[in-house]
């Protein structure tokens, strides 16, 4: 079993709706969760964080954590065509270190 | 804001060659970390440090080494480029305090021809 996983998509969604991602991770001692959007040929760029159970909103991101059940996801409302992009999960081992593990990427495609 | 550079945005090499890619961060980071990123593998961790001259080989770090003389500098070398190591390499930094994210450089693209 990874780490952590994610359906690679492409998830198509019309401008407009709410695109919903998710991510389980395999391990239950993980403290801190993170999305990144990553453009094409561009670098990944922070855009939440979640260390509680429950949801976080910023904007029209919600980042939703359920620790019992290992799974964290990412409600994009109101989603634009320039939300278009790769998301990436990525989880804080219960280590000494800030080590990431990253997804693999969820694919967003934004349709007009 | 964080800032993470990268020396390059693109750089072509020949096979054998050694070469170096350096980052730089300003936020007085503790931990640097060097990834390379390649279609369907995802990021995929090379070395890290978590203080000057400390290192910790990731989950690739064959035909890989690192330096980490200064706080704010972390460099990647390829010992001798072989064309596998074509990719896009990303540096990230982050501080050691509590459950931190990692920021991210722009990345460089290297081609080994």
């Known amino acids: 079993q990874k780490e952590v996983e994610q359906n690679s998509g492409p998830l198509s969604v019309p401008e407009g709706a709410i695109a919903s991602l998710n991510c389980t991770y395999s391990?239950?001692?993980?403290?801190?969760f993170f999305w990144y959007r990553q453009y094409s040929g561009k670098s990944p760029e922070l855009i939440m964080s979640i260390y509680s159970n429950g949801d976080k909103e910023d904007g029209r991101f919600t980042a939703q954590l359920n620790k019992a059940s290992q799974y964290v996801s990412l409600l994009i409302r109101d989603s634009q065509p320039s939300d278009s992009a790769t998301y990436l999960c990525?989880?804080?081992?219960?280590?000494?270190?800030?080590?990431?593990?990253f997804g693999t990427g969820t694919r967003l495609l934004v349709s007009p | 804001d964080v800032k993470v550079t990268q020396s390059s945005r693109y750089l072509v090499k020949r096979t054998g060659e050694k070469v170096f890619l350096e980052c730089v961060q300003d936020m007085d980071h503790e931990n640097m970390f060097w990834y390379r990123q390649d279609p369907g593998l995802g990021l995929r961790l090379i070395y890290f440090?978590?203080?000057?001259?400390?290192?910790e080989k990731g989950d690739i770090p064959e035909g890989y080494s690192v330096s980490r003389e200064k706080k704010e500098r972390f460099s990647l070398i390829l010992e001798s480029a072989s064309t596998n190591q074509t990719s896009m390499y990303l540096c990230?930094?982050?501080?050691?305090?509590?459950?931190?994210?990692?920021?991210f450089g722009d990345g460089t693209r290297l081609s080994i021809l």
């Open positions: 990230a930094s982050s501080t050691r305090t509590g459950h931190q994210p990692q920021h």
């Open positions: 990525a989880v804080n081992l219960n280590t000494g270190f800030q080590k990431l593990v």
């Open positions: 440090s978590y203080d000057v001259k400390m290192k």
């Open positions: 391990d239950r001692g993980s403290q801190s």
